[in-house]
C-alpha cells in the first residue's frame, strides 16, 4: 500500500503494538514543568498518557488500546507546560507495508505538528482493514449528506466557502468579512476570537456572513420554500394529512377521522379556519350546563342575525358566537376600570404583590424623572452648570453631558478660548502613551481576583489561587517603584499566580497616569482578567482609591471610539506609520493635505482603510465676550480650549435648557460616594432603617474625589453591569469640593456622567448635596461659620449646587445640610461657640449644624465665656475660674476652645478636628434617619 492517508476525517486507527514518539523542542530552550500529555477522541478528553521529559524532549508511548478507542478524524495530542498548551497534534493514520519505526519531531514551540500512525498490510490485518473501508463508505455517505445539506443551506441566497476548523482557525477567518451570505461548514470545534470576543463554534453547524460581522447558525441547515413533502413528515403527521384534489381551495387541511375539518390554510390568503359541522339543533338547552344556560339569550331571533349561534351575558353583551359563514366569533373583553377582584387573580399575580405600605406609582412617579425635550422654558428650566479646560492644553474639553438645544455663557477665564463643534465624537483616549504587549510578561493573568495589600506597608501573604489567578497590587501615583513580599513593581502592575510561584507582569506605562491615557496593543493576550487584540487599546481609567491606598483600573477599547494621537500640521503630517482606526489628530494650522482643506479646529480621523475630517467651525471668544452655540441634542458636542494651548486649567460658566420625564421605579437601592457614606456608618443605619425587603447596597471610596467615584461606577458597568435595576444613590463631592468654580464644575460634570450612565429607561437616583464643613474666620465682633452661613444665605458654591439640583434634578436631591440643619434648630441647650446663644438659635439665625453632629470632640464643663482670644499660646494658668472658656479669634485655628479644667489652660481642636464627617453617633444617626424618610416619603 502506498504511505499516504487512508481517511483524514474519520477512520479508525488499527495498530497493534506501541507506538513511542519522542518530541524534540529543539529551539524552545528549557521545558517548564510540570509537563501532561493529553490523549482527546471525539473532540472530548481521553487519558493522560505518562511522559518523560529530558532537557528539551518530551518522550511518550501510545498504546493498543488508545490507539484502537482514537478516531483519527477527530484526535489529537495536547502537550502542556504549567498547564498551558505549547504543542498541538493531530493524529493521522496511514497505511504502510513497512514495519513501523518510533517518530521523532523537531519543532519550534508554541506550534501544531502531526502524529502519524502507520501499520502493516499483512494477511492478518486484512479484517480490520475491511473494517476500516466499510467504515470509509460510512464516511463517503456522510460527505454526500454534508452535500445535499450545502446545496438545502445555499438555496436562500448564500455562496458556500467550504469546511473550516475552528479548533485552529483554518482557513484564517478574522474581523474582516466577506459579502453577506459567505459562509463555512464548521468541520472540527473549538474556540475562536472572531467576532470581538472568544466564541465556542460547534461541529455542523455553519458560520455566515451578515456582511459586518461572522454570525454562528446552530440549525445545521435552512429548509427551503417548499421542500418538506408528505414523505419527508413522521407517520403520525402524515396520517393527519388529509388528501387533496388540484383544484381544492386549500393548501393544508387536517382532518379527523370523518373528515370533518379540523383546521385548514386558505390559497386565497392565507388564512386559518375551523368549523364544527354540527347537525342543525343537534345541541340542545339541556346539553348546557347551568352558568352558559344564565347566559343564552331567551329570545334570541336569527332570523336576521349574522349568527347562526350567540352566547351572551345577562346585559345582552356578545361573549362568542359562530357567525352564518361559519367563522367563529369572540368579543373583546370589556372590563369596567377597577372591577377585577384580588379573589380573581392567579397565585402568580398575589404572590408578586407588595403591600399596601409599598404599592408605588409604576406609570407615573413624580419623584422620579429622566431628561426630555426642552420647550422654550415653558416648564423646562435654565441649567447653571461650567466647565473646566483640559491640563493638556492642545485638547479640547468637552462640555457637560446634558441635553439641551443650547448652551451660553461669559468668557469669564481671562484669556482667549476657541470652541468647536465636535458633534458628540466620542473620544475615549485623551492621550497616547505608547505601546503595551501583554505578553512581554512570562505569564499573563487570565482571572481577575481584586486587589492586593494596602499602600505603602501592609501586604499579607500571598494569596491561595490556580495559574492564571492574578490581582491588581496597589503602588504610589506619584510613581516609583515598591517592594512586597519580595517582588518590586509600579502602580498598574499586576500580581500573577504561575500555578507554582508569583510573577508580576507588569503594567503599561510608567506608574503614573490621568484618566483617558492610552497604550496600542502590539500583541493578543491577557492582562488583570481582560483579554486585549492586536489593534485595540488598553485605556487608564481611574484610580480606584481607598485613603492612601490607590489601585490602577484599565478598560479594553470599544469599536467606535476615537484616540487622541497628538496634533497634526498639514505642512509636515505626511502619512503616519501603521495608523489604527479610531486614530484623531486636531489640526494645528491651516493647510491642504490628503486633498482636505484643513483647519484649526479640525480633527483628522481613521475608519477602516480610510481618513476623514471632522470640521470643527472654529469660532474664538475673547476674554470677556459672551457666546451662544447650538447643540446635537447634547452640550457636549461644544468643545473648547485655550487659544494660547496653555496646560493652565480655567474655568467658565455655561447655561443650557433642561425637561425632565417622569419613569417607572424598582426596589433595590445602590449607595456610592466618597467617604461620607462610609464615616460614622451612616450607611449601615440607612440599610438598617429601610424596611427588610429594600436591598441596600452600599460602597464607599475615602479619599476618592468625585472624577474616582464616577471612575469606579464606569468600571462596575464595563466590568458586568448588574445594578440597571436599581435605584442609585450619590454622595460625592466633599473630597474635591472647595469654594473654587472649578471645584464646584468638576463635581457638577461627575453628576452629569452618573445621570448619563443610568440608562434611558430607568433613570432612578438620588444625589446628595454638598456637606458645608464647619470652618470659622472672625469678623472682630462674632465667629463666623463662613461655609455654614454661605450655605445658608444663598451665596457661596453650596448653595449653588443645591440650586443646580434643584433646577435639574427636583425632587431627586438630598440635602444632608437641611437635614443636620433642621435638627440643630431642635436643640435648647447653650452653643459655647456663639456665647448667649442656644444651639437652636445659632442655627435658626445663623445657619450654624450644631458641633453635636460632626466627628468632633465633645467638651463638658464649659460654664463662662470669657470671649474670644486671639493671642499666640495659652492664658496664664493663674487667671480665670474652672470651667472658664475662650474661642480663639486669631494666632490659631480660629474656633478652637480654650477651656480651663483642673486650674490649667488648655485648647482643644474643636474648630478644625473632623469638620467634614458626620458623627458615628447623632450625626449619621440624624442623616440615616432624614434619607430614610425621604425614602419612605417619595417611595422610590
Request: overall charge negative; charged content about 20%.
Amino acid at each position: 500500500m502506498s504511505n499516504q492517508p487512508a481517511k483524514l476525517w474519520s477512520s479508525p486507527i488499527f495498530r497493534e503494538n506501541p507506538f513511542p514518539v519522542e518530541i524534540d523542542f529543539e529551539s524552545a530552550g528549557s521545558i517548564t514543568t510540570p509537563v501532561t500529555v493529553e490523549l482527546w477522541s471525539n473532540e472530548a478528553f481521553f487519558e493522560i498518557i505518562p511522559c518523560t521529559v529530558v532537557d528539551d524532549k518530551i518522550s511518550f508511548v501510545i498504546t493498543v488500546p488508545q490507539l484502537r478507542a482514537v478516531n483519527a478524524r477527530k484526535s489529537a495530542v495536547y502537550i502542556k507546560e504549567a498547564g498551558i498548551t505549547t504543542y498541538y497534534g493531530p493524529v493521522i493514520v496511514t497505511l504502510d507495508g513497512a514495519v513501523s519505526q518510533p517518530q521523532t519531531f523537531t519543532i519550534t514551540a508554541p506550534s501544531a505538528g502531526t502524529i502519524r500512525v502507520t501499520t502493516y498490510s499483512d494477511a492478518a490485518t486484512k479484517a480490520v482493514i475491511d473494517e476500516a473501508l466499510a467504515q470509509i463508505a460510512d464516511n463517503l455517505q456522510e460527505i454526500e449528506d454534508i452535500k445535499q445539506q450545502i446545496i438545502e443551506y445555499g438555496e436562500s441566497g448564500r455562496t458556500y466557502l467550504g469546511i473550516w476548523d475552528a479548533s485552529v482557525n483554518v482557513p484564517a477567518l478574522s474581523t474582516a468579512v466577506p459579502v453577506a451570505g459567505s459562509y463555512y461548514k464548521i468541520g472540527v470545534p473549538g474556540t475562536q476570537n472572531i467576532t470581538g470576543a472568544p466564541k465556542f463554534y460547534p461541529e455542523g453547524a455553519f458560520v455566515i456572513s451578515n456582511g459586518t460581522v461572522w454570525q454562528l447558525d446552530e440549525t445545521g441547515s435552512i429548509v427551503a420554500d417548499g421542500s418538506v413533502t408528505v414523505a419527508k413528515l413522521e407517520s403520525k403527521l402524515q396520517a393527519l394529512n388529509g388528501t387533496l384534489p388540484d383544484n381544492s381551495e386549500y393548501v393544508w387541511v387536517v382532518l379527523d377521522s370523518e373528515d370533518k375539518k379540523l383546521f385548514a390554510v386558505r390559497k386565497s390568503d392565507g388564512g386559518i379556519e375551523g368549523v364544527f359541522d354540527l347537525q342543525t339543533g343537534a345541541v340542545t338547552s339541556d346539553k348546557l350546563a347551568d352558568d352558559i344556560k344564565g347566559a343564552v339569550g331567551e329570545a334570541f331571533d336569527n332570523t336576521n342575525s349574522e349568527f347562526i349561534l350567540l352566547v351572551v351575558d345577562p346585559d345582552d353583551k356578545k361573549i362568542y358566537g359562530v357567525k352564518k359563514s361559519g367563522a367563529f366569533y369572540i368579543a373583546k373583553p370589556d372590563f369596567a376600570p377597577e372591577s377585577i377582584p384580588t379573589y380573581a387573580l392567579k397565585a402568580e399575580v398575589t404572590d408578586n404583590l407588595w403591600s399596601d405600605a409599598r404599592i408605588r406609582v409604576n406609570e407615573s412617579n413624580s419623584f422620579d424623572r429622566a431628561p426630555g425635550e426642552a420647550d422654550g422654558l415653558i416648564r423646562a428650566n435654565r441649567v447653571s452648570t461650567g466647565s473646566n479646560s483640559e491640563t493638556l492644553g492642545y485638547r479640547f474639553a468637552e462640555l457637560p453631558r446634558f441635553n439641551t438645544p443650547y448652551v451660553f455663557g461669559e468668557n469669564t477665564s481671562g484669556t482667549d478660548l476657541e470652541f468647536i463643534d465636535n458633534k458628540r465624537m466620542v473620544i475615549e483616549g485623551r492621550r497616547y502613551r505608547g505601546d503595551f504587549d501583554p505578553t512581554a510578561s512570562a505569564y499573563q493573568g487570565s482571572n481577575y481576583r481584586g486587589t492586593y495589600g494596602i499602600y505603602p506597608s501592609s501586604y499579607p501573604a500571598l494569596p491561595a489561587g490556580v495559574a492564571g489567578d492574578c490581582w491588581i497590587i496597589m503602588g504610589n501615583t506619584a510613581g516609583g517603584n515598591t517592594t512586597a513580599q519580595g517582588h518590586t513593581f509600579k502602580n498598574g502592575d499586576s500580581l500573577v499566580n504561575t500555578g507554582v510561584v508569583y510573577v508580576i507582569q507588569s503594567g503599561p506605562g510608567d506608574g503614573t497616569f490621568q484618566p483617558g491615557d492610552f497604550w496600542n496593543i502590539t500583541a493578543s493576550g491577557w492582562f488583570c482578567g481582560k483579554y486585549y487584540k492586536v489593534g485595540e487599546r488598553i485605556i487608564f481609567n481611574t484610580y480606584e482609591v481607598h485613603g492612601t491606598a490607590n489601585h490602577a483600573q484599565y478598560l479594553p477599547s470599544k469599536p467606535g471610539q476615537f484616540f487622541l494621537m497628538g496634533e497634526c500640521d498639514p505642512a509636515t503630517f505626511g502619512t503616519p506609520a501603521s495608523p489604527k482606526e479610531g486614530d484623531v489628530y486636531p489640526v494645528l494650522a491651516a493647510g491642504s493635505w490628503n486633498s482636505f482643506a484643513l483647519e484649526i479646529g479640525d480633527h483628522v480621523f481613521r475608519v477602516g482603510s480610510s481618513w476623514g475630517v471632522n470640521k470643527g467651525n472654529r469660532k474664538v471668544v475673547a476674554a470677556g465676550q459672551a457666546f451662544f452655540f447650538e447643540c446635537h441634542g447634547n452640550a457636549s458636542s461644544i468643545s473648547f480650549r485655550r487659544v494660547d494651548k496653555s496646560n493652565t486649567q480655567v474655568s467658565i460658566p455655561v447655561y443650557g435648557e433642561a425637561a425632565m420625564l417622569r419613569r417607572k421605579t424598582s426596589d433595590l437601592i445602590n449607595g456610592r460616594s466618597d467617604s461620607m457614606l462610609e464615616t460614622g456608618g451612616t450607611g449601615n443605619k440607612v440599610r438598617a432603617l429601610l424596611p427588610t425587603e429594600r436591598d441596600f447596597d452600599t460602597t464607599a471610596y475615602g479619599s476618592g474625589f468625585p472624577q474616582h467615584v464616577f471612575g469606579m461606577w464606569k468600571q462596575e458597568i464595563r466590568s458586568g453591569d448588574i445594578n440597571g435595576d436599581r435605584t442609585l444613590l450619590i454622595w460625592t463631592g466633599r473630597n474635591g469640593f472647595s469654594q473654587t468654580d472649578a471645584a464646584m464644575y468638576n463635581l457638577q460634570n461627575q453628576i452629569f456622567n452618573f445621570y448619563s450612565t443610568l440608562g434611558t429607561l430607568q433613570k432612578r437616583v438620588w444625589f446628595m448635596s454638598v456637606l458645608p464643613q464647619r470652618t470659622f474666620t472672625f469678623n472682630g465682633t462674632r465667629l463666623v461659620g463662613d461655609q455654614m452661613e454661605g450655605a445658608f444665605n444663598g451665596t457661596d458654591n453650596h448653595a449653588k449646587m443645591e440650586a443646580f439640583f434643584s433646577a435639574l434634578f427636583p425632587d431627586q436631591w438630598i440635602s444632608p445640610y437641611k437635614i443636620l440643619l433642621d435638627k440643630s434648630k431642635l436643640l435648647t441647650d447653650p452653643d459655647p461657640f456663639n456665647p448667649g446663644k442656644t444651639k437652636g438659635e445659632s442655627a435658626t439665625e445663623l445657619g450654624w449644624i450644631a458641633s453635636d453632629y460632626y466627628n468632633l470632640p465633645v467638651l463638658t464643663g464649659l460654664n463662662n465665656s470669657l470671649g474670644y482670644w486671639s493671642t499666640a499660646g495659652l492664658p496664664s494658668n493663674g487667671s480665670g475660674a474652672n470651667g472658664d472658656y475662650y474661642l480663639r479669634s486669631g494666632n490659631g485655628t480660629i474656633g478652637n476652645i480654650i477651656r480651663k479644667a483642673s486650674n490649667v489652660w488648655a485648647e482643644f481642636a474643636t474648630g478644625n478636628n473632623d469638620v467634614t464627617h458626620p458623627s458615628s453617633d447623632l450625626g449619621s444617626t440624624a442623616l440615616s434617619e432624614g434619607i430614610v424618610n425621604i425614602i419612605n416619603t417619595q417611595n422610590k
